[in-house]
């Protein structure tokens, strides 16, 4: 990086990816700060200018030779797991400031010495202490999944069995009586159940009455007649579609569809002539699908529908996993944040699970930007723009 790309970033201040510090902290201090950048999405810290004025303060010869042992003394021993940085001495305007970046952490949750855990905040950071958080750091090391977590309350008696008889006969072509196993083993061996209780894939695929056991796990419509959703008038609204992951799915294309526009398939204007949808129903199909496969459900929200006369919206909670972007997406690259869904989902929902949908969802309407947000409330926002000419 060259001195007028580092002026540049000092020039706009500290934020979640970038801090100042004239001279290193305290260990316990400094500790913390690595724990933060590598549980959140990683970044730089800049020493030699203040952080309260931006002024700079180069460091001596003397000073960045110390820095770096005393940097690579604490990632190694005062940060659990070890973090990895690199770093970088740019003279500017005369002074010498030290670059350190930190990667955003594979193998989170990390922690200092006494077990504490940070994520930034903005520019600051803050202690961990929410079980959700954590969990869904292990989650995005792939140390945990949520689907696989048995549901406190729920047994075998809260299981569809006619639901998983189709299931069982569409994916083994027989029936459920043809099994040696009992039908709790069956549903252990597909991570369905566990200690006698179903897991979450299990309610969100076969249970009766889900939102008992999961209030927060539906879909929430709502089409405006505006560009606007602050619009007081709502032409149509869904305040909550409850049900198992087909029956949400189902419903939520039913919306969609009565507020979608219907054009002739051809020039053809007769009375007999057929419609079909302003934009392609299978790219809401694709988006409709990754949402409730793929949407992360240590976040105890719904996910939203927005119908709009400009656009569509598809808002899911939790954003991209660790190592996925919006490039590696749309390039049709995937990993499986809900292994459970994804397996047992392909049998139920118009899904192929092999990274396609979002790549098909693009063949067929181009005009579809993604957001991945990663600040705050993550989301994974899709929007699908209508009147296109």
């Not at 002026?7 to 990816?17: A, F, H, Y």
């Not at 069956?186 to 009455?209: P, Q």
Request: with cysteine; proline share 3%; charged share 25%.
């Amino acid at each position: 990086m060259d001195a007028t790309e580092v002026l540049d970033i000092i020039s706009k201040g500290e934020s979640s990816r970038v801090q100042f510090k004239e001279r290193m902290p305290h260990i316990e201090s400094m500790a913390q700060e690595l724990v933060a950048f590598s549980n959140s999405e990683g970044g730089t810290i800049i020493f030699g200018v203040n952080d309260k004025t931006g002024n700079l303060n180069g460091l001596t010869f003397q000073e960045i030779a110390s820095l770096n042992n005393n940097l690579t003394n604490i990632a190694t021993n005062n940060v659990l797991p070890p973090v990895m940085f690199t770093t970088e001495t740019v003279t500017v305007n005369g002074h010498n400031l030290v670059l350190v970046s930190i990667s955003k952490g594979a193998e989170k949750p990390y922690k200092d010495r006494s077990g504490n855990i940070y994520m930034k905040v903005g520019s600051d950071k803050r202690k961990v202490t929410s079980n959700n958080e954590i969990s869904r750091l292990l989650q995005s090391s792939r140390s945990i999944f949520a689907d696989e977590i048995p549901v406190q309350g729920t047994n075998i008696s809260h299981f569809d069995l006619n639901k998983f008889n189709k299931f069982v006969k569409k994916r083994y072509d027989k029936k459920l009586s043809d099994f040696d196993n009992s039908l709790e083993q069956i549903l252990e061996n597909l991570d369905l159940a566990k200690d006698g209780m179903l897991t979450l894939a299990g309610v969100l695929l076969f249970g009766e009455d889900c939102q008992k056991f999961r209030r927060l796990f539906t879909i929430q419509c709502v089409a405006v007649d505006s560009d606007d959703i602050t619009c007081d008038k709502y032409s149509d609204i869904e305040n909550s579609i409850e049900g198992t992951l087909d029956e949400v799915y189902n419903l939520t294309m039913g919306f969609i569809n009565r507020n979608m526009r219907k054009i002739p398939e051809n020039d053809d204007n007769g009375f007999n002539s057929h419609s079909m949808w302003e934009i392609p129903r299978r790219v809401f199909e694709e988006f409709v699908v990754n949402a409730l496969i793929h949407r992360d459900y240590f976040i105890n929200c719904s996910i939203k529908v927005f119908i709009f006369r400009n656009r569509v919206e598809i808002i899911s909670p939790g954003s991209l996993p660790n190592s996925l972007n919006i490039d590696n997406v749309k390039n049709g690259i995937s990993v499986f944040r809900n292994p459970v869904l994804h397996s047992v989902g392909k049998e139920i929902l118009p899904y192929i699970g092999v990274g396609s949908g979002i790549l098909r969802a693009y063949s067929l309407y181009p005009h579809i930007e993604i957001e991945n947000c990663t600040e705050s409330v993550e989301h994974f926002k899709v929007t699908i723009m209508r009147n296109v000419k």
